[in-house]
């Protein structure tokens, strides 16, 4: 999918040092798991407007291309969620894809988007 100005890669601010609330580290593990499960490229979680969790792993098939971070936000959609509070995902990348960006900025202009390594290191957060 070539860049365009809604689905460029957004790059996490770095903090120093990375301290979440255990509710977004909560999202890490998720997202860990859901990656782990699988072996996919990346994982991702978010967290509802009621404290829900949904986690997904990054979907490549002949016919469906889907982010982690898409596909949690389209599971929380379906359950029912209107906005999110956070979201995190783990991936190898140093950069946000733009397109699991937009899909979150759709349900939450100002939710934190966490972005950690394989081993869970937090390498900063999107706020934007």
Known sequence: ??????VRAARPTPSDPVV?????GKLVVL???ARGRVGAVEGAAV???DGRTYAAA???LPSLTITALQ???ASAVAAGATRLEAAAVVTEASTLDGAGHATVRDLAAD???HVAAPDGTVLGTVVE
């Not at 979440?20 to 977004?24: G, Q, R, T, V």
Request: hydrophobic residues 40%; glycine residues 4%; without cysteine.
């Open 71 to 73: 596909l949690a936000v």
């Open 111 to 113: 939710a934190p988007i």
């Open 58 to 60: 990054s979907v490549s």
């Open 31 to 33: 997202a860990r798991g």
């Open 1 to 6: 999918m070539p860049d365009s100005p809604a």
């Open 47 to 49: 967290r509802d407007q």
């Open 20 to 24: 979440l609330s255990a509710e977004d």
